[in-house]
């Protein structure tokens, strides 16, 4: 089992940025590849952004390209999505994903792909 818990979401005005953390416990973190997903209200959750196990893979969707980016701290556990350029259809809840990976660049953008999910965080922007 992997616990995932996110923390870093807020109000900011369109134009600014927040950077979202997900702390991860209960499994050794460097065999995980990790994902950002997000889901606004009456929409689906989507896929934001994935990094491979070994950091060396990244994705990410086309609305977020050039704004957003993913990293991950295996020292901490922790794996980040700094938002820059905030838009107002930014707005939703920020899960982050977890899935054990066959290999360690795969990345998985997928969201059947995923075992195990935090609670979410929210992010607001206002315009």
């Known amino acids: 089992q992997v616990q995932l818990v996110e923390s870093g979401g807020g109000l900011v005005q369109a134009g600014g940025s927040l950077r979202l953390s997900c702390a991860a416990s209960?499994?050794?973190?460097?065999?995980?590849?990790m994902g950002w997903f997000r889901q606004a209200p009456g929409k689906e959750r989507e896929f934001v952004s994935a990094v491979s196990a070994s950091g060396g893979s990244t994705s990410y969707a086309d609305s977020v390209k050039g704004r957003f980016t993913i990293s991950r701290d295996g020292a901490k556990n922790t794996v980040y999505l700094q938002m820059n350029s905030l838009k107002p259809e930014d707005t939703a809840v920020y899960y982050c994903a977890a899935q054990e990976a066959r290999r360690g660049f795969n990345v998985y953008v997928g969201r059947g792909s995923y075992a195990y999910w935090g609670q979410g965080t929210q992010v607001t922007v206002s315009s």
């Open positions: 209960g499994r050794t973190f460097s065999m995980y590849a």
